[in-house]
């Protein structure tokens, strides 16, 4: 910095935009604006001769060793993004080196980061965030892209996307969340979503070795394209008026098609709804949102044994008369676990039993300890209790991210 004995605001322009907001943040000035903006008020502050606040130096040195602990996200430190000149990718070539990034790797780094409050503020049904409306409506243009490491061996080795850290300029995005931060991920997502990052084979246009004098011609769907066969006598349009007569066809007959285009679903809904007022067609009609009542499900089996196996007269048969469970209890379980990996009620009953997914394995493994009863079962015992977490492939990740839009189409 300069010589702080005779400032203008004019030397104040010529510091660089992150000296002005330090020097505006040690004497607890706002540090939002233009450049223009910063090196006025600056001005105005070293005039009216503020002193420093002892708390927000030590709050800025406490952010810059964070900022340093994040540059050591494998233990090796990385250089500092801010201090990379070149090596820089534009959207355009960068974009095939894009990290498969999924819902699921955002909502595990956020509820990692961030508070509960500020996790559902940021994703809320993953479409009515505000993070998520930056990105919708535009307000993030490029990213650009840059391999600060080298070689591949200096890269942590995780399956996809998993954002170990992160950075933002802005006071929330410090501690690395903040809806600019969550937003740039959403933009990544969404690429990865749509296939744009990394194209398949098929997904590539057909090309052919057309020869110079014949021009290239463009590719074109299946149904866009008017097949008919040319017959002397009849016009091109007439043939176009049939097919598109054919893309409109409707089995209704005119007296339905008269109607407006919700009168069959009210008609339908008066029929149903005397009988079945609780279906989800009566509910969508009524526009009534489907509340799912809190019911108290039994304890998981890991829970149930270890609280029988306390007592001290317990046997074999008081474990298995305290695990079972009325039909009741178990349309419970059913109905509250529906959504399955994104429920942690489903995870929490999982524990302790014997799944669809793991049975082979048990069964392998009963085999094994027939043969060697000194086999090791200290892998597969953690897994059915829940106690060694799964990482999903990346096929997996695809899937569960794009369910919901399947289930829609």
Not at 213 to 225: D, G, H, L, Q, S
Not at 277 to 292: A, N, P
Not at 304 to 326: C, F, G, N, R, W
Request: aromatic share 8%; proline share 4%.
């Amino acid at each position: 910095m300069d010589d702080l004995s005779k400032m203008t605001v004019e030397k104040f322009k010529m510091w660089s935009l992150h000296a002005i907001k330090v020097y505006l943040s040690r004497r607890k000035k706002p540090v939002d604006g233009n450049l223009d903006e910063l090196s006025a008020r600056a001005f105005c502050a070293w005039e009216e001769n503020l002193p420093v606040d002892a708390n927000a130096e030590l709050a800025e040195h406490r952010l810059q060793h964070e900022y340093k602990a994040k540059r050591k996200p494998g233990g090796e430190v990385i250089p500092d993004p801010f201090s990379l000149t070149s090596g820089w990718k534009c959207e355009k070539d960068g974009l095939a080196t894009w990290p498969s990034v999924y819902i699921t790797d955002i909502a595990e780094y956020l509820n990692g980061m961030a508070s509960s409050e500020i996790v559902h503020k940021l994703l809320n049904e993953y479409k009515e965030g505000k993070a998520y409306r930056y990105f919708e409506c535009g307000w993030f243009k490029e990213v650009h892209m840059h391999d600060i490491s080298e070689t591949k061996k200096d890269r942590p080795a995780c399956v996809g996307g998993r954002v170990l850290v992160s950075y933002c300029s802005c006071v929330a995005g410090m501690l690395g969340c903040c809806n600019h931060v969550a937003g740039v991920l959403f933009r990544v997502e969404d690429a990865v979503k749509r296939g744009i990052t990394k194209k398949s084979k098929t997904s590539v246009l057909a090309t052919w070795n057309v020869p110079s004098t014949k021009p290239v011609m463009r590719p074109f769907k299946a149904r866009e394209i008017s097949w008919s066969k040319s017959s002397y006598g009849k016009e091109r349009c007439q043939e176009d008026e049939k097919r598109k007569q054919r893309q409109n066809f409707t089995p209704l007959n005119k007296e339905q098609t008269k109607n407006d285009e919700g009168s069959m679903r009210k008609v339908l809904n008066s029929i149903l709804k005397v009988d079945a007022s609780d279906s989800c067609f009566g509910q969508l009609q009524e526009r009534k949102r489907h509340v799912t009542p809190k019911v108290i499900l039994p304890k998981s089996v890991v829970d149930v044994t270890l609280s029988e196996i306390e007592k001290p007269d317990y046997s074999i048969e008081s474990v298995v008369k305290a695990l079972s469970m009325t039909q009741e209890e178990s349309d419970n379980i059913s109905k509250q676990t529906v959504e399955q990996v994104s429920s942690k009620e489903w995870h929490n009953q999982r524990k302790g039993r014997i799944t669809a997914s793991l049975f082979h394995r048990v069964a392998s493994r009963a085999k094994t300890l027939q043969k060697d009863e000194d086999a090791n079962v200290t892998a597969l015992t953690d897994t059915l209790l829940g106690k060694k977490s799964f990482n999903p492939s990346l096929a997996m990740k695809h899937g569960t991210s794009l369910e919901p839009m399947a289930k829609k189409k």
